[in-house]
């Protein structure tokens, strides 16, 4: 059984946001790949290192800067990484993201039986390309899991995932999507002779035109939605204390919602 891991390139969690002209400023951003995609990476890797998985196959779609998430991907464990890099796909929605990965697959030829997610990005924090890749593609899907248990030879899988007053166990067959999530593992840190070996893995780029899309069915002619733009949260303003006797107190912070609140 193969396997595909899906990596997003995201801004650094330690990283300031800077915007220019509504837009995001790129220009001093550290990119890494998106933590939540590591777990789905490690859990990969612990299929093959149980011989419940024959080859691990990293996707990215991106700028040229995914290359990187890739290589990191590949330092965790991964084969073999696929990079969908080309200026018309700026500005691409979930659903033409998940179009395009879902061509990638058809494109490369890839056998798998698993295709693994990281739950959300923590930059777009949509959650939505799995869902959308897993109804493209006619698979079953099980999201935000906490175990997996994977069985190549009978043609299944179950997963655990964390419910509101419970735990819900889905069995699916194969292939199936899943995206994961903190606690489902604890992500290796790669070692050095692991990076090096990563710089060697081969990483396949395809254009739009390879995947016989065109411009205009990728990007923002290609999407639903369109970012318009991007605006910082306001600035949190000093709280106020209110001090006296008991009835003051309530009579002051009554005054305070009325009066500028205005919630009441």
Request: aromatic fraction near 4%; charge should be negative; hydrophobic fraction near 40%.
């Amino acid at each position: 059984m193969n396997v595909v891991v899906f990596c997003k390139s995201v801004p650094d969690t330690e990283t300031r946001v800077r915007l220019k002209d509504n837009r995001l400023d790129k220009s001093e951003i550290k990119y890494i790949l998106n933590p939540y995609d590591e777990y789905a990476v490690e859990e990969a890797v612990r299929m093959k290192e149980a011989g419940k998985a024959e080859e691990i196959v990293a996707v990215s779609m991106g700028p040229e800067r995914a290359r990187e998430a890739l290589r990191s991907a590949l330092a965790i464990g991964a084969d073999r990484g696929i990079l969908i890099k080309d200026d018309a796909l700026d500005g691409s929605d979930t659903y033409t993201t998940a179009k395009v990965l879902v061509k990638a697959l058809e494109k490369n030829g890839v056998d798998y039986g698993m295709l693994l997610f990281g739950q959300q990005a923590i930059d777009g924090d949509t959650w939505q390309v799995p869902g959308q890749v897993a109804e493209m593609l006619g698979l079953p899907q099980a999201g935000s899991i906490l175990k997996l248990e994977v069985d190549p030879n009978g043609g299944k899988a179950v997963a655990n995932r964390m419910v509101e007053g419970g735990e819900e166990i889905h069995e699916m067959n194969l292939p199936c999507v899943v995206t994961c999530r903190k606690g489902l593992n604890e992500p290796r840190y790669p070692s050095l002779p692991n990076i090096m070996k990563a710089k060697r893995k081969p990483i396949q780029d395809y254009s739009v035109a390879d995947l016989g899309l065109s411009p205009e069915e990728v990007g923002r002619g290609g999407s639903f939605i369109e970012v318009l733009s991007y605006a910082l949260p306001p600035q949190k303003e000093a709280g106020k204390k209110v001090e006296g006797e008991p009835e003051e107190v309530v009579q002051a912070l009554i005054q305070y919602l009325k009066d500028e609140i205005k919630v009441i």
